[in-house]
């Protein structure tokens, strides 16, 4: 099964300069939380925006269309998706996190979805690609707790694939 793990701003922005908009620790929890023990599918860019390197305790699967590129020996590099199916379970819950461009790339599989809706506007250089809505289903939804070190109103929202 693929799923999609993001937290978009009120106008889908996801990025600027090669990183977050915002600072939101609750959101990098639950992005924890629901990424750990799965692998996970990311943009090189993406990957190069991690600053301490691969996530711990997950398969980091890393998008380029470059067979050169160099990644530590614990990621695996794809140059296409076809070649996923040789590195993940049939069983699997594969977390593709973006960005825009693997979100692109994934859009006719996915079959859950994690968005964090963050009820502000960014600045950014990177939108989430358009999803079809119609198609899923919102199997839950949770406000986010607002304190001083996460200052934007959120809501946690699954969606299934009908
Ligand atoms: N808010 C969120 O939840 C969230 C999530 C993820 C990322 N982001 C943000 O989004 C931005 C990065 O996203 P992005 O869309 O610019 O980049 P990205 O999707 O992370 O990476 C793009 C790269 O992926 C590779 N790629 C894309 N399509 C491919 C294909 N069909 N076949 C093979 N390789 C392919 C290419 O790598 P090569 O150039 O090496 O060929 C391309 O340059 C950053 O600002 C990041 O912080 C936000």
């Not at 980091?60 to 695996?76: C, F, G, H, M, Q």
């Not at 140059?79 to 960005?99: F, H, P, Q, R, W």
């Not at 964090?116 to 809505?133: A, C, Q, S």
């Amino acid at each position: 099964m693929i799923s999609f793990v993001w937290a978009e701003d009120k106008n889908h922005v996801i990025g600027v300069d090669g990183h977050l908009p915002w600072k939101l620790p609750n959101d990098m929890k639950r992005f924890k939380d629901v990424t750990t023990g799965h692998p996970i599918v990311m943009g090189r860019k993406t990957f190069e925006s991690f600053p301490n390197g691969p996530l711990p305790n997950r398969l980091n699967i890393v998008i380029s269309r470059n067979a050169d590129y160099k990644v530590p020996e614990s990621v695996v590099l794809l140059t296409d998706k076809s070649e996923l199916s040789e590195y993940v379970k049939s069983d699997d819950e594969v977390m593709v996190i973006g960005g825009s461009g693997i979100f692109n790339l994934f859009k006719n599989d996915v079959d859950r979805l994690y968005l964090t809706r963050i009820d502000h506007e960014f600045t950014g250089d990177t939108k989430m690609v358009p999803i079809d809505y119609t198609k899923f289903n919102l199997i839950e939804k949770k406000e986010g707790v607002m304190d001083d070190k996460n200052v934007y109103p959120y809501t946690f929202e699954t969606f299934q694939k009908n």
